[in-house]
């Protein structure tokens, strides 16, 4: 799940993972997505570059107090937690790629 216009601590521990297993994404499937969701107009421009700036865009914007208390009681390292900053999902954002 991109955490674009959901971003519940499951959904960014779900990005984090896929990320780290160089799992590529789907960018025709996630255009359709944006726009069924109403986030993308049918005839806007779409490629992994406005993908990447849609996400940091909402990075911006999570509180991540309260995603890190989404998921605390599931993780098993905790400290794990502590990276999780709007920087942090920025910096690896740039490693997001077309499957």
């Given at each position: 799940?991109?955490?674009i216009?959901r971003?519940?601590?499951?959904?960014?521990?779900?990005?984090?993972?896929?990320?780290?297993?160089n799992?590529?994404?789907?960018i025709?499937?996630?255009?359709?997505k944006?726009?069924?969701?109403?986030?993308?107009e049918?005839?806007?421009?779409?490629?992994?570059?406005v993908?990447?700036?849609?996400?940091?865009?909402?990075f911006?914007?999570i509180?991540?107090?309260?995603?890190?208390?989404?998921?605390?009681?599931?993780i098993e390292?905790?400290?794990?937690?502590d990276?999780?900053?709007?920087?942090?999902?920025?910096?690896?954002?740039?490693n997001?790629?077309?499957?």
């Amino acid at each position: 799940a991109l955490p674009i216009y959901r971003t519940k601590g499951r959904d960014l521990y779900d990005y984090v993972f896929y990320l780290s297993k160089n799992i590529g994404v789907n960018i025709e499937l996630v255009r359709q997505k944006l726009i069924e969701s109403g986030v993308l107009e049918k005839e806007s421009n779409f490629n992994i570059d406005v993908l990447k700036q849609l996400l940091n865009e909402r990075f911006d914007k999570i509180d991540y107090s309260d995603a890190k208390e989404d998921v605390i009681t599931f993780i098993e390292d905790k400290d794990s937690l502590d990276l999780w900053s709007k920087e942090f999902f920025k910096d690896i954002t740039k490693n997001l790629v077309e499957e």
